[in-house]
């Protein structure tokens, strides 16, 4: 057997730094394990470096503690918080880290226990001297400096000079990461320094698509052409490509400098030269000075992939100073606000003049409220952009006019800060602090934003005299009143991972259902992990193992004692109505989904819409997140704006026989996982106490060979677990390892051998049987010294030993001298007796038939076999197989170690470059990258939004969102309307059909509330409460029209059996028809009804949904 290649083999630890140790991608290690889903995102290279970081956070209040929580959740080496001002009791409303005992102590000193706490390998630590100690020697101990502070301009340029300016010990430039991230009331700006060049490797982050090469050839130009497997190659012009394993044309692998370029296909009438994009096929385009051109290369053959590369780009970045005059693009993530209302370059001048207010009176903000200081800065703001327009420099930021309205609302309200906002700053911040490394896109250089539509439009609200409290900051910019109203909202959280814990911290913030009469009612089914710990912050070492909603409610109520949380562990769906129920749904304020999956935000957003409750929506993958409000009447449903469609899978041909991606081959593992470990231990099980429902299994397999194949199977593993040693699970992990990566390849090589051809029928052209997606395999060959094999071995027979509770061997040195000890020989391969399973590939199981010398399998063949299980004498003795129900995340099961053997067992079979055991982990463990940052700043919009519904706003006042971090994009836009019925054709109906009324959503229903009807009585009155409507056929909903006697009421009458029904049916309660042919009536005082509709000129109809209101409890 080849060598591994270097991907997939451990180094020696002595060679390896401690970062390269403890991020070893082919090893499980507690790092890995903890950061396992940020790894997903970041990537091994970007933790290692990230784990060297030392970092400074100037300013401890929202905004610093927030950045501060996910940065050390990233794993930075060091985080020192510098924050010498004493906590003040509305510091709490923002920063989650305190509590009224620690008012008065220094912000720093007060966060530290709590954000030191998050994760034991950073270190945190407090800068004593506070700012007054900030210099140039103490900027160089840090690799970045984030300033969440008030501080005085001209400190700030200081600053930011040096960490520009800064070089090695070498006297190389060394720039250090300076980044600002300031809230004002309702509007945040964001400053990033990266320093005079930055280099970017990586820019948007997303994983590399490699094609696989289906053919190639010069065209009449003389042009290189590839096509690729794929349906799409999705290069663009000019990406840097490198081909690799080409047969023929050898003289192209790994040739440097290539690129691609696409290619435009001609079409229609010669002389009108029309084109159109040829999305499998590119253009190769050699580097000016290669030695090789297209006209040189050899002849192809088969085989190649194409493996694209990111081209590097550098970012110019000014130092502070300079950038507040000429700051090249102001961003806002509203394209409204920015285009129509200018409002970056607008705030820009709120800003400027609010620094320029502090030089003015000694580094003070102006008081709150303060109107006489508002329209300071406005003159002050008209006064700097004068000023700017004195200097004639295009490049220095100038507006036509100063907005007063602008620069009111910002100063009115510049001491307060939202904790909505905190959050947002603090994971964008942070998230940019990783892009130091060069992986990804930094903001450039200046972000603005701000929620001036929370705002009242008569100014600020008068404050009370009971003094300050923890809900300071949003009293004052909502009044008291409002503050109340949250505190007495009952809002549903569903899940409590990452997302909800987000929630459950700003919901104790913000003082929602913070009393007596409001409520959190939070639910999730799952237990707390240890890869939770790297994002789903409220949890610790100690939590592991507890239910995830009980212990994040604890620790948000440690935050607010005052919130008003209820802790559930039961999943929402229809099996659960009886427990979420109609008085549960109907006392709701709103719904908060922090949900991993698609069709459980399908159900709530359901339920939402039935019961007319809003809905709080948000998702992340990595670095990218969306937000939506749905709210009833005004918006679309969250179902309504999805296309849920389930994508492709893998064909099973590609996976039983041809894979050509590592994916195939990780697929193909998890599938022998079950083969092995999963389904025979069932099966055995099944045997012990009731052999029937296996036998009845069996004969659903397909013919006698199948049958007599799977019983043979079962009878074998019967006879070696009534052994029960470690020396039989050695044997049967030996056998596993000779059938699927030795006896199967040579089967599979017999009946299609490497100079096999096929001829296209269309065509009539012959090509080679193994090209494009069809690499040809290798058999693997039985090597004690192989490390990959014996890997696989040392992994099989522990999950046996598992299965049959043998005690296993942890020791791979003492398996190895067992499994010598045992000298296992394979057995002597022979022809095959029956073809490969090559599903959707007719041709060629055609032609492995013709090959087939099959022995015949009859009916008796098999009877006698079953007659040989049901007389076993060993069932006495079998004990109970243990089922592996595979679990990623435990590192002591084998069960990702087996899986990342075999599936690199099948790659090197085929020649495909082995996965490392984390990327296995990944793609086996369906596991969603997942970083802090992105869902820190996703549930930081959300929360806002939260305040536009209790504050009854209008449509274009709400906000949705997507955003991706990896590439600094940041979209907020008006949530869609809801989707309107209309007319349309009916194959069904062969007619049009109207809507009634028209231009009806999926908020209206048509609500019968007229007692417990009769049949007939429904039927009479429906029409004077619905337009003129009549129903046609009356069903519950849920419940196919086409049931047959299974209808309430119907006009349709093809038989006897149903005209009877019906006219029965006429005169009894709905009810007792219900009962009757549905079953019990359901718990709640009313049914929904389905059914057809006709107007009354008796054309087809549809109609809102149905509530049948039967009784009154």
């Known amino acids: 057997m080849a060598n591994v290649p270097a991907a997939a083999k451990p180094c020696s630890s002595s060679s390896k730094s401690s970062a390269e140790r403890a991020f070893d991608e082919n090893h499980s290690s507690k790092q890995m394990d903890l950061y396992s889903r940020q790894i997903g995102t970041f990537g091994v290279e970007t933790m290692r470096k990230l784990v060297n970081l030392n970092v400074l956070i100037v300013g401890l209040q929202g905004v610093g503690a927030e950045t501060a929580k996910n940065l050390i959740l990233a794993g930075p080496r060091r985080v020192t918080l510098c924050d010498n001002e004493a906590v003040r009791i509305q510091d709490l409303g923002t920063n989650f880290c305190l509590d009224p005992s620690l008012v008065g102590v220094s912000r720093a000193r007060a966060s530290m226990k709590m954000l030191a706490e998050l994760n034991e390998y950073v270190s945190v630590d407090v800068l004593e001297g506070g700012v007054a100690s900030v210099n140039a020697e103490l900027l160089s101990q840090y690799g970045a400096v984030v300033v969440c502070k008030n501080i ?28 600002m991230a300031l809230t004002r009331g309702v509007t945040a700006a964001i400053f990033a320094d990266f320093g005079p060049s930055h280099r970017i490797t990586d820019p948007d982050g997303e994983p590399l698509r490699v094609n696989v090469i289906e053919s190639m050839h010069l065209n009449e130009d003389g042009q290189l052409i590839v096509e690729v497997v794929a349906d799409q190659h999705g290069l663009d012009d000019d990406t840097p490509i490198s081909l690799e394993e080409i047969e023929g044309a050898t003289e192209l692998n790994g040739l440097a400098g290539l690129t691609a370029r696409r290619v435009f296909d001609p079409y229609g009438p010669p002389e009108e030269k029309n084109t ?27 085989g190649g992939i194409v493996t694209p590369h990111k081209k590097a780009t550098v970012l110019s970045f ?75 420099n295009d490049d220095v930021v100038t507006v036509e006019e100063i907005d007063p309205r602008v620069i009111r609302q910002t100063v009115l309200y510049a001491q307060c800060e939202l904790s909505g906002i905190c959050a947002f700053l603090g994971g964008v911040v942070a998230q940019e602090i990783v892009k130091r490394f060069g992986k990804y896109t930094p903001v450039h250089q200046w972000l603005y934003l701000d929620y001036f539509e929370l705002l009242s439009e008569n100014g600020p609200l008068p404050m009370p005299d009971t003094g300050a409290t923890r809900y300071f900051n949003q009293i004052a910019i909502f009044g008291e009143e409002f503050q109340k109203k949250l505190s007495e909202q009952k809002w549903f959280l569903v899940g409590c991972g990452a997302l909800g814990c987000e929630f459950l911290k700003a919901f104790a913030l913000m003082g929602v259902g913070c ?59 229809p099996d659960t109505e009886d427990h979420f129920n109609d008085q549960f749904w109907n006392s709701l304020t709103g719904v908060c989904n922090a949900l991993d999956n698609v069709e459980a935000r399908r159900y709530t957003d359901s339920r939402c819409v039935f019961f007319e409750k809003p809905l709080l929506e948000s998702g992340t993958m990595g670095t990218k997140a969306h937000s939506e409000v749905v709210v009833p009447h005004m918006t679309a449903s969250y179902s309504e704006q999805k296309d849920n469609a389930p994508k492709g899978g893998i064909p099973m041909c590609t996976l039983r026989n041809f894979p050509h991606l590592i994916e195939h081959c990780i697929e193909w593992a998890l599938a022998k996982f079950s083969d092995y470990f999963v389904d025979p231990a069932k099966e055995l099980n099944m045997m012990k106490t009731d052999r029937g429902p296996f036998f009845a299994g069996v004969t659903k397999l397909g013919g006698p060979d199948m049958q007599l194949e799977k019983m043979e199977s079962i009878l074998s593993m019967l006879q070696k677990v009534v052994k029960r040693n470690y020396d039989t699970c050695i044997e049967m992990a030996f056998d596993v390892f000779e059938k699927e990566f030795s006896k199967t390849i040579r089967d599979l090589v017999y009946f299609f051998p490497e100079t096999h051809e096929v001829t296209d ?51 791979i040195k003492v398996f190895a001298e067992r499994l010598a000890a045992l000298k296992p020989t394979p057995a002597e391969w022979k022809p095959p007796s029956r073809g490969p399973d090559l599903f959707e590939d007719k041709e060629a199981a055609s032609a492995a038939a013709k090959k087939v010398e099959a022995k015949k399998v009859t009916m008796m063949d098999v009877m006698q076999c079953k007659m040989k299980l049901i007389r076993f004498d060993g069932f006495k003795e079998l004990p109970e197989m243990q089922v592996a129900d595979f679990e990623k995340d435990d590192d002591t099961n084998f069960h990702v170690d087996f899986l990342t053997a075999c599936a690199n067992l099948r790659a090197w079979n085929y020649r495909i470059k082995l996965a490392t055991r984390h990327g296995v982990k990944m793609i086996a463990g369906k596991i969603i990258p997942a970083i802090a940052t992105t869902t820190a700043m996703i549930t930081g919009l959300v929360s806002l939004e939260l305040y536009k519904l209790a504050l009854n706003l209008k449509l274009e006042s709400f906000c949705c969102a997507n955003i991706n971090l990896a590439i600094a994009s940041f979209q907020m836009f008006e949530p869609s309307l809801p989707k309107k019925a209309v007319r349309e054709y009916s194959n069904d109906d062969l007619d049009y059909v109207n809507p009634i009324p028209d231009g009806f959503t999926c908020w209206d229903r048509v609500v019968v509330d007229e007692g417990d009807l009769t049949v007939q009585e429904f039927v009479d009155k429906f029409p004077s409460l619905h337009h003129g409507v009549t129903p046609e056929i ?80």
């Open 515 to 573: 009393s007596k009469t409001g409520l959190i009612h939070v639910t999730d089914m799952d237990r707390i992990e240890l890869s939770n710990l790297n994002r789903q912050f409220l949890f610790r070492h100690k939590d592991v193992g507890q239910p995830k909603s009980v212990a994040a409610a604890a620790a948000a109520k440690v935050m607010n004692p005052k919130l008003n949380a209820l802790s559930d562990e039961t999943r929402v769906g």
């Open 276 to 302: 159109r994009l040829n999305p499998k096929r590119f253009r190769v385009c050699f580097p000016p000075d290669c030695e090789v051109s297209a006209a040189q290369i050899g002849t192809y053959t088969r």
């Open 1034 to 1113: 009356l069903v519950p909903q849920g419940v196919d029209t086409d049931m047959g006697n299974k209808v309430l009421y119907s006009t349709l009458l093809p038989t006897k059996s149903l005209r009877e029904l019906v006219e029965r049916n006429k005169s009894r309660k709905i009810t007792e028809v219900y009962e009757e042919l549905f079953g019990p009536l359901p718990a709640q005082n009313y049914l929904i009804l389905d059914g057809s509709w006709e107007t009354a000129d008796m054309s087809p109809a549809k109609i809102p949904l149905v509530k049948y209101v039967f009784r009154h409890d």
């Open 318 to 392: 000014l130092p502070l100073g300079q950038s507040v005059v000429t700051p090249g693009s102001l961003n806002h993530p509203h394209p409204e606000k920015l285009l129509l209302h200018q409002r970056a370059p607008q705030l820009h001048f709120a800003y400027l003049a609010l620094w320029e207010y502090q030089a003015n009176h000694g580094g003070a903000l102006p008081p709150l409220h303060d109107k006489q200081a508002a329209e300071e800065c406005v003159k002050l703001a008209t006064s700097i952009l004068e000023e700017h327009r004195s200097k004639k």
């Open 152 to 179: 005085p301009l001209s400190v700030l340029r200081g600053w930011s000079d040096i960490c520009h300016q800064h070089v090695d010990a070498a006297g190389k430039p060394a720039p250090i990461l300076f980044l």
């Open 761 to 811: 029928k269309e065509s009539g052209i012959t090509r080679p049987f193994w090209s494009g997606a069809k690499r040809f395999p290798q058999a693997a060959t039985f090597d004690m010294n192989d490390e990959l094999q014996l890997n696989f071995l040392f992994c099989a027979a522990n999950l046996y030993a598992t299965m049959m509770n043998v005690p296993v061997v942890r020791d």
